[in-house]
């Protein structure tokens, strides 16, 4: 490993990048998941051999495929809250620097937001069934948008600042904000394609990016807070995850569409409590566990959580791409079709895994990256 890789995994926090690189496996669990939930609604081409090459995939045109029963189980737990926290956790790492020296680099971090999101507007166009699906929004780019407005808040307003966004982020819940989203989403799937979603919705996120970042800066800035600083934080997690308990609609998950439902709690102000409070609390628990000296230093998954970028960054191409038609190629020869159960699905991650590594240690890594040796 490279020197500078070095000195960059010294300073980082082992627990989170195992908490990063758990999250990220669950998030492919349930992107291959769905994909494969609609493989044969939307994106099956090989229409033109139906009935000789691919004619055991035949009887499966536009039928839904559903999950075992483990696959929907891992998502029942998860989904409300696994692509919310990601982006908690970017924010925490983003409170790292203090004020002045954040705003001497926030040309650079705003240039990297720039490019990550270009990238994936790109990836929708590769990836999408349709016109619609490539020009939505979905949740990594919003990231990026959370991320750049807590950057600005910060370098000119500081810590109080990002507070008082997230006060204001509250009123979402007073002023009919998604009234406005939906209304958005259906004049551009009436004027521009019926495919259309605006998936990734800012009132869903933006509480968690302050979550993440009032909790980093507290661990960076605020060493008086040391000891007690992860049990306020678990403790206030506790407490909105009661406000659920006691007022919340069941989350339901549909085995056959793994996104239907994916942000269905972030839209109610119970549901979002839930979210913030779970991630605050299993976030709050790895710290205290860390600094108990009890690390979770597990080889694949903080890989995973350390190369994070790299891998949702191509996950979604080698997939639909390559992996999934490969797949129904062999089905064909074999006479299977596609399945979502969890064995096969985590298949499809690890065989997606070692293609990221040998991206990751091949001269490719250092051409795209513009790494000097």
């Given at each position: 490993m490279k020197t500078n890789d070095n000195n960059e995994l010294s300073s980082r926090i082992v627990n989170l990048d195992f908490l990063r690189g758990f999250f990220i496996l669950l998030a492919l669990q349930q992107h291959f998941t769905y994909y494969i939930n609609m493989w044969y609604v939307d994106y099956f081409r090989d229409t033109m051999a139906l009935t000789s090459t691919y004619s055991v995939h035949f009887p499966m045109i536009g039928k839904q495929i559903s999950s075992d029963t483990l696959n929907y189980w891992f998502a029942m737990v998860f989904t409300p809250w696994v692509s919310q926290v990601y982006l908690t956790m970017a924010a925490f790492n983003l409170a790292k620097k203090d004020q002045l020296s954040f705003g001497e680099s926030l040309g650079s971090r705003f240039k990297v937001f720039g490019l990550i999101f270009l990238y994936f507007v790109f990836e929708n166009f590769i990836v999408a069934p349709n016109f619609g699906q490539a020009i939505s929004f979905y949740p990594i780019m919003l990231w990026m948008v959370v991320l750049g407005a807590l950057s600005l808040v910060y370098?000119?307003?500081?810590?109080?600042?990002?507070?008082?966004?997230?006060?204001?982020?509250?009123?979402?819940?007073?002023?009919?904000?998604?009234?406005?989203?939906?209304?958005?989403?259906?004049?551009?799937?009436?004027?521009?394609?019926?495919?259309?979603?605006?998936?990734?919705?800012?009132?869903?996120?933006?509480?968690?990016?302050?979550?993440?970042?009032?909790?980093?800066?507290?661990?960076?800035?605020?060493?008086?807070?040391?000891?007690?600083?992860?049990?306020?934080?678990?403790?206030?997690?506790?407490?909105?995850?009661?406000?659920?308990?006691?007022?919340?609609?069941?989350?339901?998950?549909?085995?056959?569409?793994?996104?239907?439902?994916?942000?269905?709690?972030?839209?109610?102000?119970?549901?979002?409590?839930?979210?913030?409070?779970?991630?605050?609390?299993?976030?709050?628990?790895?710290?205290?566990?860390?600094?108990?000296?009890?690390?979770?230093?597990?080889?694949?998954?903080?890989?995973?959580?350390?190369?994070?970028?790299?891998?949702?960054?191509?996950?979604?191409?080698?997939?639909v791409k390559v992996i999934a038609p490969t797949s129904v190629m062999f089905g064909s020869l074999f006479g299977r079709v596609l399945t979502a159960s969890t064995l096969e699905v985590y298949i499809y991650i690890f065989i997606t895994l070692a293609l990221c590594y040998f991206v990751r240690v091949s001269p490719l890594s250092d051409i795209i990256l513009q790494k000097r040796r």
């Open positions: 370098k000119f307003l500081g810590i109080r600042g990002v507070l008082v966004l997230t006060l204001l982020s509250c009123l979402r819940f007073i002023i009919p904000v998604e009234l406005i989203s939906d209304f958005f989403e259906s004049m551009v799937r009436s004027t521009i394609h019926p495919g259309y979603e605006y998936d990734a919705r800012l009132e869903y996120f933006i509480l968690s990016g302050c979550l993440g970042f009032i909790m980093g800066y507290v661990h960076y800035h605020l060493p008086m807070y040391k000891h007690k600083k992860d049990f306020l934080f678990a403790g206030m997690g506790l407490l909105l995850v009661l406000i659920y308990i006691l007022i919340g609609d069941k989350f339901v998950m549909y085995r056959d569409d793994f996104f239907r439902t994916e942000h269905d709690l972030a839209r109610t102000f119970s549901g979002t409590a839930y979210v913030l409070g779970i991630q605050a609390i299993v976030i709050s628990a790895f710290l205290w566990l860390e600094r108990r000296k009890i690390i979770f230093n597990i080889p694949l998954l903080n890989w995973m959580g350390i190369y994070s970028l790299m891998i949702f960054a191509l996950h979604r191409i080698l997939f």
